[in-house]
């Protein structure tokens, strides 16, 4: 018996080294093997790519932090634990009857719509092509964080669109009770089962939001014509009376920075058309945004500045996308917003569309797309989600051009245009490197508006990022003479240009 223990020891210490190593293996196995998810249900955000390679990235370690990231994202079972352990922090925590607040993204640095990591781009390589416009071949290469969620082949719930809908998701008054006893700086509350991104931008910011709008006028085409749209949030109309002091003003920010426009810049008031329907379902419960029934009255508001005549909402094709659960539930996991799913609207406008969406600056390469994408799920319905540049041509044929210059919140404004352009462009300026000064002259683009959001305006990150779409205003300048915009003079300034061909304009 003696003379075998010693072999029983070898044996356990040999499996003690072996089982290890041989689960690390078949881990690995299984990682490489099994199919790998571009989102986090659960998180509702991008999940982290395979780092690119670089002698610079390998060097400093940004590579293989890189590759950690990409793994910890993408271990076997992640949803599940994921959901195993916000359910293990809510029972073993307190579970309140009152409002509870979370701790939303610093403004000062995009706030929610910095977080763009909300899905992930479309991948349609039957629907590749080439031929990138100058202005986007003029940009950078760094490849944006897209806002894409995955292609679904869900159907869509069709029906004929009403301006008086009778739906679930219409909100409902919120009774009055005890102010709750909370704090937050720049951050969410959940009441009721929705969800509020409380607005703490002080009117100063949006007098400077206005002054970078101004700014651009001289450097743009005599005819074209500048608007500045702001979106209000769902604060203005559904924030219950007992928390509103939390909140700054909207209407007293939006007021402040119209009045900080010059004359060149038309200003669209939303409030008016927002405030006689704010019983339909404008706002999402569990999302930052507006839907497309707020998206639509801000377009009436914008054919009233314009000059234009607004389609009818009942002359368009109403659709839906069933369980949504958005960028507010992603962030704060609060399990009344998950239980309580909403539903993405959205309205096919008379005409069609032929896009094309380019992700990445200074490529050739993009998406055959429309400005409403049927086979994107949820919020990204709308242009199929965030791209740098998208230039769709329209059914309508005079001639006319649109350049919408947004973040996400622009989204469902701008499928409402191609009743009454040929050409609609559109900029998310938080990833475009081009010049839009140039981008105009060389388009020749009539209409630039810039559709924004009081949480955006109001942030420095946002106002940063659109006023580096100035680019040199040399280059501005000279493609205006190119344009026959301009011609050169004898004075001082940018390249001695000084004199209009156009006398007059907007």
């Known amino acids: 018996m003696t003379d075998s223990l010693p072999v029983k020891d070898d044996v356990c210490t040999k499996l003690l080294a072996v089982t290890p190593l041989s689960l690390m293996l078949l881990l690995g196995i299984l990682f490489a093997v099994f199919p790998k998810a571009e989102i986090s249900e659960v998180e509702n955000r991008r999940l982290a790519d395979w780092p690119q390679f670089s002698a610079k990235q390998f060097w400093s370690g940004d590579f293989a932090s890189g590759i950690d990231l990409y793994v910890a994202d993408r271990f076997l079972a992640r949803e599940s634990l994921m959901n195993l352990n916000f359910g293990l922090q809510r029972h073993l925590g307190l579970t309140l009857d009152r409002p509870q607040f979370y701790a939303a993204p610093d403004d000062e640095h995009g706030g929610l719509d910095r977080a763009d990591q909300w899905g992930v781009p479309d991948e349609d390589d039957e629907d590749a092509g080439t031929e990138a416009p100058e202005a986007v071949a003029d940009a ?118 119209y009045k900080a426009h010059t004359a060149d810049v038309i200003s669209v008031d939303l409030f008016p058309l927002l405030e006689a329907h704010k019983d339909e379902f404008l706002y999402f419960r569990t999302d930052h945004h507006w839907t497309a029934r707020a ?76 400005l409403i994408r049927e086979r994107s799920g949820g919020y990204n319905v709308f242009l199929g989600g965030d791209h740098p540049f998208i230039d769709a041509v329209t059914t309508v044929k005079n ?70 779409l100035m680019g040199s205003k040399k280059v501005a300048l000279k493609a205006r003479i190119a344009a026959g915009d301009l011609v050169e003079g004898e004075g001082e300034g940018d390249g001695g240009i000084v004199e209009d061909v156009v006398d007059g304009g907007e």
């Open 140 to 257: 950078g290469t760094q490849e944006p964080q897209n806002t894409h969620e995955d292609e679904t082949d869900e159907p869509a719930n069709t029906q004929t669109a009403t301006d008086d809908p009778d739906d679930e998701d219409a909100p409902e008054p919120v009774q009055k009770g005890k102010k709750p006893k909370a704090h937050t700086e720049n951050g969410i509350l959940i009441v009721d089962n929705r969800a509020f991104q409380i607005f703490g931008g002080q009117e100063r910011f949006g007098e400077r939001y206005a002054e970078i709008i101004n700014a651009y006028k001289p450097y743009l085409l005599s005819k074209t014509r500048i608007f500045s749209i702001i979106a209000p949030t769902s604060v203005s109309f559904y924030l219950p009376s007992n928390v509103g002091k939390r909140s700054r003003s909207e209407r007293d920010f939006i007021a402040a920075l």
């Open 295 to 370: 998206a639509y009255y801000a377009y009436v508001a914008y054919c009233q500045a314009a000059g234009l005549e607004a389609v009818p909402l009942e002359k368009m094709t109403r659709k839906v996308k069933e369980n949504f659960v958005g960028s507010l539930y992603g962030y704060t996991k609060a399990q009344e917003l998950k239980d309580n799913p909403e539903y993405v609207e959205y309205f096919l406008p008379p005409g069609n569309d032929e896009a094309k969406a380019y992700d990445m600056d200074g490529s050739d390469k993009y998406i055959k797309s429309h």
């Open 399 to 468: 001639g006319k051009s649109v350049l919408v210059v947004k973040n996400s919140y622009g989204n469902p404004f701008v499928p409402f245009l191609r009743a009454h352009y040929e050409h609609v462009f559109v900029i998310d300026y938080r990833y475009y490197k081009g010049s839009l000064p140039k981008l105009v002259a060389e388009r020749g683009i009539d209409d630039v508006v810039f559709m924004n959001v009081t949480t955006s305006a109001g942030s420095t990150f946002h106002r940063g990022r659109l006023k580096k």
